[in-house]
């Protein structure tokens, strides 16, 4: 039966002898997740000035999703939701960690890798981690196999134009072992991609799960020279270009393999564009706010998938659904559970989404920044809690910073339709009054399960 949903049985006619071999009864896995790319940051999803034809043509032949949220609106409680499918706070890593932090994602929490590595699967990452430091919170320890990359972001190094805190040389992995210190910004996508590729092609006998988390387009931008002054748009837009350039090749392997069929892809990014940077940030495609906030801007991001029979090909779907649902519909997929652990996940199993079919209602799907719930949304409707939220006054240019004020504005109780409204500039609650005050009551009893979840913190 699995092997009639996740593959083609006349690909089999043409593949070469290493697909062949490959059990077709569970699918590989390949997430590609870059760093602060905005809604809008995609010509597929309506930027003309981007030249991404890659990521445009895998979502010609997979589906592009409108309504995808990221887990939350910042990296590591983001990375910590798409991994785990549970929410941050719960894992270890309610807020973003760097060089000083002594938390990490905990050691009994299990990770997309930890299911599939102990069902068979080949495990590879490479690129940013940024989930915790110490020995015991990094990737190997965290049901990886394979690890190239950073322990946390790119400008939490030497150069950072405007630092908080002295930072420490930045380290860059093998495994286990530091390879070297401040690696070029310039060559990391490059780098990152050949990596990848070589996992691909060790692997292709398979099963294997590839997570590859771009470091870019994430301050400080970098490009190789192949793509440097490209666009024809700037710097960020050379980025995207570059990383447009390592999706192709990440496809071009997968489909020289003949192993296509049995390859779920997806692409997405960890939260919205981080707008104090000015022209060294993403686009929300009008969508409200950026990272750091919990309105659309923030936590709206792209997703395409791929895969060839079973996810639609040519297709747009606008349902709803959040980063957190990824861990529990890839272990269903590959049929990794395992007995009562499986019942911890905050996310749900959105297969007959990916796949096109009618799927039931998805629950509802909550906005949780640092432990605090500001938002909900439930079917059309997000319902929005009085909170302070980051604003900027000032976009930065050339790499440095604007000024951005934590707290700078603030919002009281709304209720927005997000199918006529997704920019929120319509506060439906007056006329709502029933629905507002069900999702509020949502919003209150969740939070106070973040309360209870955050005293470990305290």
């Not at 699995?2 to 002898?17: D, R």
């Not at 999803?45 to 890659?54: C, I, L, M, S």
């Not at 630092?163 to 390879?179: G, I, M, S, T």
């Not at 024809?232 to 069929?261: H, T």
Request: hydrophobic share 35%; charged share 20%; aromatic share 10%.
């Amino acid at each position: 039966m699995k092997t009639i949903q996740f593959a083609a049985l006349t690909a089999a006619i043409a593949a070469p002898a290493a697909a062949q071999a490959q059990s077709a009864e569970r699918p590989n896995i390949v997430i590609l997740l870059t760093d602060d790319q905005g809604y809008g940051d995609l010509r597929c999803y309506g930027n003309p000035k981007v030249t991404t034809p890659n990521i445009d043509r895998l979502a010609s032949q997979g589906t592009l999703y409108t309504d995808f949220y990221a887990g939350a609106a910042a990296s590591t409680p983001s990375r910590a939701g798409l991994l785990t499918g549970r929410y941050a706070e719960r894992v270890g890593v309610p807020d973003v960690v760097d060089d000083t932090s002594d938390n990490g994602l905990k050691a009994d929490e299990l990770t997309i890798a930890d299911y599939l590595k102990q069902h068979g699967y080949a495990t590879g990452m490479f690129g940013k981690w940024h989930l915790g430091y110490q020995p015991e919170y990094m990737p190997n320890r965290h049901g990886f196999t394979e690890f190239y990359g950073l322990p946390y972001s790119m400008d939490m190094w030497p150069f950072h134009p405007a630092p908080d805190h002295a930072y420490r040389a930045l380290p860059l992995y093998e495994n286990e072992e530091v390879l070297e210190y401040n690696p070029p910004v310039d060559e990391m996508t490059t780098r990152l991609t050949d990596r990848a590729v070589d996992f691909i092609r060790r692997s292709a006998d398979g099963p294997f799960f590839l997570y590859l988390p771009y470091t870019q387009p994430h301050v400080p931008l970098g490009v190789s020279d192949k793509f440097r002054g490209k666009s024809g748009e700037g710097l960020y837009a050379d980025v995207l270009m570059e990383i447009d350039w390592s999706v192709g090749q990440i496809v071009n392997a997968i489909d020289s393999l003949g192993i296509s069929d049995n390859t779920l892809i997806l692409f997405t990014s960890d939260n919205g564009p981080w707008l104090s940077y000015g022209d060294h940030a993403g686009s929300t495609l009008g969508l409200r706010e950026g990272k750091g906030t919990t309105f659309e801007g923030g936590q709206r991001v792209p997703l395409v998938a791929r895969m060839p029979g079973t996810v639609p090909a040519g297709k747009t779907d606008t349902r709803f659904f959040s980063a957190l649902d990824l861990a529990p519909t890839i272990i269903a997929m590959a049929d990794a559970g395992m007995p009562g652990k499986n019942n911890n996940f905050d996310g749900q199993d959105v297969t007959g989404i990916l796949t096109g079919k009618k799927a039931a209602a998805h629950k509802p799907f909550f906005f949780v920044y640092n432990g605090k719930v500001e938002a909900v949304r439930d079917g059309k409707y997000k319902c929005v809690a009085p909170h302070a939220y980051r604003i900027v006054t000032e976009p930065g240019r050339g790499g440095c910073p604007g000024r951005q004020i934590i707290d700078g504005a603030s919002t009281g109780l709304a209720l927005f339709d997000l199918e006529k409204d997704p920019y929120e500039k319509n506060d439906i609650s007056a006329s709502k009054p029933e629905i507002t005050a069900r999702l509020n009551a949502l919003i209150d009893g969740f939070q106070k399960e973040m309360d209870r979840e955050m005293q470990q913190y305290r």
